[in-house]
């Protein structure tokens, strides 16, 4: 997401006719987009700005803007702990940023340079910026669906950063998906915080289920992904059309945070145990091969080590093919942040340390079973870090490398000869003159 959004700020920057510059010594503008999700990046941000402020004293017009959920959070903050930042734009404010590189211009005329801070929210999308989005890929487009979150999870910082949910029209993101494919884009990711609380604000009714059918109807487009799923959201009709729609991609994101009941009701997940198992019973009784993903948090406060326990049972049970896990970190004004960060240091290591030597041997014997021998569809990336093989990823989000002499956005047909935990070896397999695609030859894993 935040990924996006920077394509979405290349985007308003380049209509107002500014070009992307490799080094910061060429540039005249540098904008920092920042994430406050854990405190580890959030600190990061200050201490880059003190490295890029040098750039000031060698370019008297070199202007620094702060963006993302760090300036939304910090606000005036910002400009009081770094007074060289000139620009300091909210996250709901990024079409507005060359009306505000036009007053701090305007303003250093009259009264010499001050900083500039705007942070509101607003209440309604702004469709400007979507059409002047400067993708970095040509092959995957990001589109935005909705964003911001009611839920307000006790140690999540999004609410605050993004503000409340609100979604776009869907005829505006299905106009952005066809132009995307018109324009050779073959891998649509829909994306918002809970991207599966959808709801068309001009159409009763309408759901993520249905936008999600609809894009699935798009000519042209191979994979459809969608993140950041909330499991509540995760409906029986989500299921359906999943299920009926092949270029829908065979990887679902769960996230699940933790495996103990007493954590998931401090946390406020909405979901429990026993609940979220029955959820990822009928994933797994779908016809498609779903390759399941989560996010999991250890140390959160009062966790104790029986609940811990809950949390690598339930890895046992789920079998992830991939997980992001973290140690709990406290984030300014959210529920949890008010409660005694108990679990010290030392076990939030260690129990992050086990969970994901677990992870990695689930991860392993997955590759092992799935995938080794397996023919695989992989839409290509890359050159692998190698410098030689191409690299590209399976519907299933898996990373593949093997040799061949396709272009970023093109697909091969991969036999999996080799496996680790975090990636698969193939080798790429040619079509015989008859076949009339690649899907021929095997599963489409
Ligand atoms: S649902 Fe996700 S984005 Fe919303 S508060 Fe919970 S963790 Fe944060």
Redesign the pocket.
Known sequence: MNEHDSERISGVLAHRGMVPVSTLEEADLYILNTCSVREKAAQKVYSRLGQVKRQKTKNPNFLIGVVGCVAQQESEEMVKKAPFVDLVVGTHLYHSIPDLLDQLESKADESGRSSLVSTDFLKAFRPSEISQVRRGSEFRAGVTIMEG?N???AF?I??QTRGPEYSRPAEAVLEEVRRAAESGYVEIQLLG??VNSYKDPSRKGYKFADLLDDVAQVQGISRIRFTSP?PRHFTDDVLAVIARNETICNQVHLPVQSGSDRVLRRMRRQHDRDWYLALVDKLAASDREIALSTDMIVGFPGEAETDFEDTLALVEAVRYEQMFSFKYSPRPSTEASAWDDDVSEEIKRSRLYELQRLQREIQLEIHNQRYLNRKCEVLVEGTARDGVRKFGRTTTNKVVNFFGNQAPGEFATVQIVAVGPNSLQGEEIKLSAGAESRREYGARV
């Open positions: 979150c839920k307000h999870c999540c999004v609410p915080q809970t909330h």
